[in-house]
């Protein structure tokens, strides 16, 4: 078939070094190249196709709102426009074009899209990306990067119930953790994605409860931030 061809993969993968140059918010071409290769990872054990699984973790963040003031719908035009003289297969380009906006998380309480199997796998790997060490650097980025402050004590924690307010919210980064990222291990898809998430939650757990042990001593950590309910496995 024309499309699996693996010069497709390599133009894109120049495109995408130079789209995300100079990015200092986490969305860097390493964090892409990351989401690759734990996603084929994953591919492989869940025996989906690692060429769909390949294409959509190197565009997976192309377009994607954080970036631009197009609205929910602007990320499907940035792709093809990104992709349009490339000759992708017609079904697999609209595949793309539909799959790829739905994969970003957008709110604690909005109810997830379906995927196929391998649109899956990317989110399950774009998650474990926002974990763990790694993911913990980027939420700070990030924040810094929107001029978010690191944390502000007065401030409650928002489960956001629509796409809109979860993308207008301006949380301190810790909050993210609560709003977000200690969310994503029970929201994976697959088992080996499961698996991988467990000790990098931890990690999560183990970094705010230094954190707020910093902040308000020993016995004071705010009952909002209480983390035993995300299973805090003291170590
Ligand atoms: P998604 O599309 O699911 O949001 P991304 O690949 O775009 O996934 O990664 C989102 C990254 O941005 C995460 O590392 C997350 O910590 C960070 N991020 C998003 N919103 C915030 C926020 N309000 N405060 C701090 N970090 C944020
Ligand atoms: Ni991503």
Redesign the pocket.
């Known amino acids: 078939m024309i499309y699996k061809s693996s010069s497709i993969i390599s133009t894109i993968e120049l495109r995408i070094e130079k789209f995300f140059e100079g990015d200092s918010?986490?969305?860097d071409y390493h964090?892409v190249n990351r989401?690759r290769c734990l996603a084929l990872q994953l591919a492989k054990k869940e025996n989906a196709d690692l060429f769909v699984v390949e294409l959509i973790a190197l565009l997976?963040?192309i377009g994607?709102w954080?970036f631009h003031d197009r609205g929910l719908n602007g990320q499907a035009e940035i792709l093809a426009e990104f992709l349009k003289d490339l000759n992708i297969e017609k079904s697999l380009l609209k595949r793309i074009l539909i799959e790829i906006p739905k994969?970003?998380?957008k709110g604690a309480e909005v109810k997830e899209e379906d995927l196929s199997l391998e649109a899956q796998i990317v989110r399950d790997a774009?998650?474990i990306?926002?974990i763990g060490a790694i993911?913990i650097a980027?939420?700070?980025a990030?924040?810094g990067h929107?001029g978010?402050p690191i944390y502000d004590p007065n401030v409650a924690i928002a489960m956001h119930n629509n796409a809109m307010e979860y993308h207008s919210?301006?949380?301190?980064?810790i909050h993210?953790f609560f709003?977000?990222?200690l969310l994503l291990k029970d929201r994976l898809h697959t088992k080996s994605g499961q698996q991988l998430a467990e000790d990098r939650h931890q990690f999560l757990l183990d970094f705010l409860l230094q954190f707020f042990r910093e902040w308000y001593g020993e016995d004071e950590i705010p009952k909002q931030f209480n983390l035993n309910r995300f299973e805090l496995k003291e170590r």
């Open positions: 918010s986490g969305h964090h989401v997976h963040d994607d954080k994969i970003g998380f774009d998650r990306d926002a993911g980027r939420c700070f990030y924040g929107k978010m919210a301006k949380s301190p980064s993210h709003e977000k990222l």
